[in-house]
């Protein structure tokens, strides 16, 4: 009895706990709405990464034993998701459908209250949000283990848009079908890079079966919902949505696996001390040019994250390079770079500067 009562004891201490934390969350609301009513007047964006970093970085230092940073990262990622819908209605598009890995990336970033519009492709993803039926998009860029996404890097030479986020997500890929019996299983669908991604594990358990390439995890897991003898490649959450059976669970080769995803947008970010810029340039086609134009950033220091040549297809043997370097393009020395840069390419397009995901 003296233990129930202070049990009792304690969950009366946290429900008063929680009315004040309510109560103060609805005082955050009318300050994010008064926010929105300013960014209003000066027409900035509600969604702005440059401040949601700040904010992120600031629980990094308040996180302890009771209560980790990455906990209350995940709660305070949905207090901002509400917020942002308070000021203006936030539409990310992605590449679906629903329960698509994309869709998991712009869930994790923006948070569940905002509104997500699945898109069939990738040009598509980029085509909403430059005709204004979505703020923001989400597409993948590379992954940690098949490299790049030549479809993005196609719209990221034409678009008119520019990075202004990337998120990181670990790909864990379970195998689903309408039944529970692995060796029924006669055709494997999924996108491309995830059939590469579990080619260890597909030739050991299933190396009879036909294997299908689809545009997405989520719409193999889709279609798997209406055929038999087949099975799909896709997330955990693809099976819950299409109410399929999970056979194997973690089944990709590589623990490591990650895919890289941007967030494509109008307008530039502010630095935050902790950025990367992307761009895109092409040289002469003359010896020694590439060296001349990379010169820029090792006289400066300014650290070169990524570079990969890309073929220009309609000129054949020649090329463009895609770059990341660690960095904003209004720090001075990134600045003084990009300027050399300029000088010793004949083509230059900065895609972006914004903050960079640890």
Not at 125 to 141: L, T, Y
Not at 191 to 205: D, E, F, K, M
Not at 239 to 268: H, P, Q, S
Request: with cysteine; charged share 25%; glycine share 6%.
């Amino acid at each position: 009895m003296i233990s129930e009562a202070k049990l009792e004891k304690l969950r009366k201490k946290i429900k008063e706990i929680d009315d004040n934390i309510i109560a103060l969350l609805r005082e955050r609301a009318q300050i994010a709405r008064r926010i929105g009513e300013i960014k209003e007047e000066m027409g900035i964006d509600v969604y702005d990464p440059s401040q949601e970093r700040k904010i992120f970085e600031h629980l990094e230092g308040l996180g302890d034993d009771n209560l980790p940073a990455f906990s209350l990262k995940a709660i305070f990622r949905e207090i901002i998701s509400a917020s942002r819908v308070l000021q203006r209605p936030v539409v990310v598009a992605y590449l679906g459908p629903e329960a698509s890995f994309a869709h998991m990336a712009a869930k994790s970033h923006f948070g569940k209250s905002s509104t997500f519009i699945p898109q069939p492709s990738i040009a598509m993803v980029f085509e909403a949000v430059e005709r204004g039926k979505a703020n923001w998009g989400v597409v993948p860029i590379e992954n940690s283990i098949e490299g790049s996404v030549n479809l993005t890097l196609d719209k990221l030479i034409t678009t008119d848009l520019s990075i202004r986020a990337e998120i990181f997500l670990r790909i864990t890929h379970c195998l689903m079908s309408q039944g529970g019996d692995l060796s029924a299983i006669k055709k494997v669908f999924s996108h491309p890079q995830a059939l590469a991604q579990c080619q260890g594990w597909l030739r050991a358990n299933l190396p009879w079966a036909i294997l299908v390439e689809v545009e997405s995890t989520a719409a193999a897991a889709k279609l798997v919902k209406t055929e038999e003898h087949a099975a799909a490649i896709a997330s955990k959450a693809a099976a819950e949505v299409y109410g399929l059976t999970i056979l194997a669970e973690g089944i990709e080769d590589n623990t490591t696996n990650t895919t890289r995803f941007l967030v494509m947008g109008r307008g530039k970010g502010k630095p935050t001390g902790k950025d990367k810029t992307s761009l895109l340039f092409a040289t002469p086609h003359v010896p020694g040019a590439l060296y001349k134009a990379l010169k820029f950033f090792a006289e400066r220091e300014i650290n070169m994250l990524k570079i990969e040549s890309y073929p220009v297809k309609d000129r054949l043997w020649e090329y463009l390079f895609f770059v990341d370097i660690a960095g904003h393009r209004e720090d001075r020395e990134v600045d003084l770079s990009l300027s050399g840069l300029r000088s010793a390419s004949t083509f230059l397009k900065i895609l972006g500067s914004y903050p960079r995901c640890e």
